[in-house]
């Protein structure tokens, strides 16, 4: 979907968790290793008109340290680093709008969720 801002997204291998595959789309997709990584409690489903199919979407957020180098792959041209805020009327799908403000409410504002949520 060029000329779009979104996530980074993938599927889920054979043999492979789902946070799993999520911490595998981060490394591939970017080339960040997470000093920090969550899952976000909430989780969407959305329609596929192309396979006549509902696909669920779990979501995971990454912390790095302020000096990661960052290497897209070729699904990418661009990256920005930007408050959630302006992340929020970038990204095109509601679902990763949402998925944002679970984070700012879980992992980075004061929340007794944060520690039970914690993978890595």
Not at 36 to 58: A, K, L
């Amino acid at each position: 979907m060029g000329g779009t801002w979104q996530l980074i997204s993938g599927r889920i291998q054979p043999n492979e968790t789902a946070w799993e595959a999520g911490l595998r789309e981060i490394r591939e997709e970017t080339g960040i290793e997470p000093t920090e990584y969550y899952r976000i409690p909430g989780i969407s489903q959305f329609y596929r008109y192309e396979d006549d199919s509902i696909n669920t979407m779990i979501s995971f957020c990454a912390i790095v340290s302020s000096d990661v180098q960052v290497q897209l792959n070729d699904e990418h041209t661009r990256f920005q680093w930007i408050t959630i805020d302006q992340a929020i009327e970038m990204l095109m799908w509601p679902v990763d709008r949402s998925a944002l403000l679970e984070v700012r409410q879980t992992i980075l504002n004061p929340s007794p969720a944060k520690q039970h949520l914690r993978i890595l």
